[in-house]
Nanobody
Framework: QVRLAESGGGSVPAGGSLKLSCSASGYSASSFCMGWFRQSPGKQPEGVASIDSEDETNNHDSVKGRFTISKDNDKNTLYRQMNSLKPEDTATYYC????????????????????WGRGTLVTVSS
């Protein structure tokens, strides 16, 4: 069974850093396109980053220069390094994966991906 499990969320002051992890089981992360999404209370979910099977990455403009996405295929784990956090980054962060080549788009999300994690909460205080 294919599963994703996020970890690393928490509460930090503005300007702080967190590193999220997304551990994959039941499949090889190297063959999937994966992405990070977030949803803040009262807002629609949005795609904020993607990485494909060729390790080509893409980040939403709102987080460029602050957040990076990476993947360790040996550990079957996706990462999200988040620096210079802002209160508006407060959200539940989800990872997702799909076998299609480029199913993730950034911004407000209303698409479909095969596998989702349950999310990890990030709270940034001002």
């Amino acid at each position: 069974q294919v599963r994703l499990a996020e970890s690393g969320g928490g509460s930090v002051p503005a300007g702080g850093s967190l590193k999220l992890s997304c551990s994959a089981s039941g499949y090889s992360a190297s063959s999937f396109c994966m992405g990070w999404f977030r949803q803040s209370p009262g807002k629609q979910p949005e795609g904020v980053a993607s990485i494909d099977s060729e390790d080509e990455t893409n980040n939403h403009d709102s987080v460029k220069g602050r957040f990076t996405i990476s993947k360790d295929n040996d550990k079957n784990t996706l990462y999200r390094q988040m620096n210079s956090l802002k209160p508006e980054d407060t959200a539940t962060y989800y990872c997702a994966a799909d076998r299609r080549p480029s199913p993730v788009y950034l911004g407000v999300w209303s698409g479909y991906l095969e596998v989702w994690g349950r999310g990890t909460l990030v709270t940034v205080s001002s």
